[in-house]
């Protein structure tokens, strides 16, 4: 039997320049707290030594992880326990990593990177905010290999304005020449208080259009499969065996640690969050206080239908209750789902509208041990 599945998420928070429609936890002034900051992680993983399991996955995210010295992230990796085929994912931004720095990560056992690519053409990548240069995803791609780490994430964004068809295409096209069993498509979001957010909100930027997004899925969804890589989760496409199994363990509602300031975790069924700022991170472990902001335990009918939804987003589906029949039945006339061995999956026509279907199946009850329709009075 293998071990139970843990994994432990790290937030690294640091940027060398803040993307325009990002708004993430990060700061791009705070890299001289990055020595006080790797303490305070390792120091807040030894508080939590021997009360989880070994981590089956560990996942450095941010932020810019690939900004820290190689030396500094490789101290925090090493001080978590982790199993010995455990899946290391360190996320990179292409203008912050070299030759050494792939080494020194392989060396200590980083065998997966993820890197923040988001477009391969550069006029999309300028209306982003974003820095690097499409040569220096290739540069970063075949270091990462040259130093034996086999897989590679591509991250990409779709639907920003003024990207065309063709420009889209490009950056598939792109990502598959470089040899990345694993990418993923988001549709632009825009977040208010971002750059991008105020812009729109003025009238100065032009805001997603919906329709545009969703063709783009739709070839995203036919060039990566006909590439050879499935879709396992509505904005994840790999080859098989290349998924990532630290997100399949958020999708599955597995148990994590969080550490870092604003980090998330879930341990004993119990979902907790810690500080947001680095500042108050570092304060809160050097005073031997408690860096959790605060935290919630589901209730069983909560939890049951938070389950089927994470689900539901995978290519396996979800489980369902049969008070949903209607429901089912009716979004498998539409053409949105499909139905077998007791899971209810959507099609690619149904991940396009996933909020509005999941929404519409809870209210049917089709969550086991969730909630049933309400009942006229």
Known sequence: MGAVAFGVYVHIPF?????????????????????????????????WAGSVPAATSVFFGGGTPSLLPADRLVRVLDAIERTPDAEVTVECNPDSVD????????????????????????????????????????????????????????????GTPGESPGDWRRSLDGAL??????????????????????????????????????????VADDVLTAAGLEWYEISNWSRPGDECRHNLLYWSGGEYLGIGCAAHGHTDGRRWWNVRTPERYVEAIRSGADAQAGGETLAPAARAEEAFALALRTRAGARWDERARAEVSELWAAGLCAEADGRVALTRAGRLVASDLTARLLLAGAAPGGPGPERPG
């Open 15 to 47: 940027c060398a320049h803040r993307c325009d429609y990002c708004d993430f936890a990060t700061w791009t002034d705070r890299t001289h707290l990055a020595d006080a900051y790797v303490d305070a992680c390792v120091a807040d993983l030894a508080r």
């Open 99 to 158: 030759a050494a720095k792939f080494a020194a990560y392989a060396t200590a056992g980083v065998n997966r990177v993820s890197l923040g690519v988001q477009s391969m053409v550069p006029h999309v990548l300028a209306a982003l905010g974003r820095t690097h240069d499409p040569a220096n995803v290739e540069r970063a791609v075949a270091m990462a290999h040259d130093a034996g780490i086999a897989r590679v994430n591509v991250d990409l964004i779709y």
């Open 177 to 218: 020449a470089l040899g990345a069993g694993h990418v993923s498509a988001y549709a632009l979001t825009i977040e208010a208080g971002t750059p991008f957010g105020r812009d729109v909100a003025a009238g100065s930027r032009a805001a997603p259009d919906d329709d545009l997004q969703a063709d783009a899925y739709a």
